[in-house]
């Protein structure tokens, strides 16, 4: 939908000033930034010693440590590594609903604002892109002025097509050099094919699935009923129903069997699988991706 601005809730952004993604999703990446890898070498902080072994190098002892105990000992140090966040932000036209605001777009929009925001804050690298029927693949951002730049940005990105995750992923996976953190932020109103293909493609990476629903996606409204006429907002086809209680209760049963088949591949693939609902304020479910909720 081109020419309409979303909206972005920001207003929430400094409460995140306290938290940082933990080290324990320790990726590896090209940038200096803050987070500490998990292999030791010539790097930048020194963190430890141990005893002298022989065959061990002689540039790594540390002569003034000898100077003051008359023993050999390495240096031992620790290399600082940056957080390489790459989000897969669904753009297809099923995430402009609902109608008012905000609209699963919005809130996604929201979400990955806000999980950038502790990235930019912590001096690491981040790559927000949309996908539908195409990928729009951006470069790394750091620091603050691109962050602002990034957030505007989303505002006013065409929201359109269909999703098309499988295509999205064969795309986006020769662009990421090293393993990073990858979240898809999405509705997921895809082929399970699709999606267990996406994910197949970007598991060596950290993975994290992000599954945006408004509520009443889940159970049609009481509203919804008699002869009705679906619109597909992605295909924009035309199919009519005659709804009531039976329909609406297969409906709901087969809502329940994508959801199921989605935390499935989740487990399949032990990567984490959160579903928000856009009622869900968005300082919590960041904080809930980020494993301090």
């Known amino acids: 939908m081109a020419g309409v601005k979303h909206t972005i809730d920001t207003s929430f952004l400094t409460q995140l000033d306290r938290y940082a993604i933990p080290l324990s999703r320790r990726v590896s990446a090209i940038h200096t930034g803050s987070h500490q890898s998990t292999r030791t070498g010539a790097g930048l902080d020194l963190i430890d010693h141990r005893k002298?072994?022989?065959?061990?190098?002689?540039?790594?002892?540390d002569w003034n440590l000898y100077a003051r105990t008359e023993k050999l000992y390495i240096r031992r140090f620790e290399e600082d590594k940056n957080l390489n966040m790459v989000i897969l932000l669904d753009a297809s036209s099923s995430m402009l609903f609902p109608d008012g605001t905000p609209n699963k777009f919005e809130y996604a929009s929201t979400i990955a604002a806000g999980v950038s925001y502790i990235v930019m804050k912590h001096n690491d690298v981040y790559t927000i892109s949309t996908f539908a029927d195409d990928v729009d693949y951006t470069k790394a951002h750091k620091g603050r002025d691109d962050f602002l730049r990034t957030v505007d940005s989303l505002t006013r990105i065409p929201v359109?097509?269909?999703?098309k995750l499988a295509?999205?992923?064969?795309?986006?996976?020769?662009?990421?050099?090293?393993?990073?953190?990858?979240?898809?932020?999405?509705?997921?109103?895809?082929?399970?094919?699709?999606?267990?293909?996406?994910?197949?493609?970007?598991?060596?990476?950290?993975?994290?699935?992000?599954?945006?629903?408004?509520?009443?996606?889940?159970?049609l409204p009481e509203t919804v009923d008699g002869a009705v006429k679906f619109i597909d907002s992605e295909t924009n086809e035309e199919i009519s129903f005659t709804v009531g209680p039976n329909f609406k209760k297969e409906y709901a049963s087969e809502y329940a069997k994508h959801v199921a088949e989605l935390e499935k591949i989740a487990y399949d693939f032990k990567i984490p699988y959160f579903r928000v609902s856009t009622k869900n304020q968005p300082f919590d479910t960041?904080?809930?991706?980020?494993?301090?909720g």
Do not use: Q, W
């Open 52 to 61: 002298y072994n022989p065959g061990d190098s002689l540039k790594k002892i």
């Open 160 to 163: 359109n097509g269909n999703t």
């Open 286 to 292: 960041v904080l809930r991706i980020i494993g301090e």
């Open 167 to 219: 295509d999205c992923a064969d795309s986006i996976y020769p662009r990421i050099k090293t393993k990073s953190m990858v979240l898809i932020i999405s509705d997921f109103l895809d082929s399970i094919d699709s999606v267990r293909n996406a994910v197949n493609k970007l598991s060596r990476n950290e993975l994290v699935l992000v599954h945006i629903y408004d509520e009443t996606e889940m159970n």
